[in-house]
């Protein structure tokens, strides 16, 4: 089982990064899937979610308007687009899948917004 993040970097405030997250060793279209981020010296925190077949998300009030999260079940992917990023947004973001009682997480993928 492994999830694996893409598509971190290096970007000025206002620009845009989208990040992947690919699912290896499971049944992707039948789990939920999130991307958290953290901070240096803060706890992990959720950035946005997806339900199984993207008919619902849900994003955290910082990112509202700005990040989108979509999948391709085909490509057992997951992508966060993020637009008008701002210095607050650095961090290292995770993907994260859930289904009933399991829960896998990627190893992350740093963002680095500089002002």
């Known amino acids: 089982v492994q999830l694996a993040e893409s598509g971190g970097g290096l970007v000025q405030t206002g620009g845009s990064l989208r990040l992947s997250c690919t699912a290896y060793?499971?049944?992707?279209?039948?789990?939920?899937m999130s991307w958290y981020r953290q901070a240096p010296g803060k706890e992990r925190g959720l950035v946005a979610g997806i339900s199984t077949g993207a008919g619902q998300t849900n994003y955290a009030d910082s990112v509202k308007g700005r990040f989108t999260v979509s999948r391709d079940n085909a490509k057992n992917t997951v992508y966060l687009q993020m637009n008008s990023l701002k210095p607050d947004d650095t961090a290292v973001y995770y993907c994260?899948?859930?289904?009933?009682?399991?829960?896998?997480w990627g190893k992350g993928t740093l963002v680095t917004v500089s002002s």
């Open positions: 994260c899948a859930v289904s009933g009682g399991l829960v896998y």
């Open positions: 060793g499971f049944t992707f279209s039948t789990y939920e």
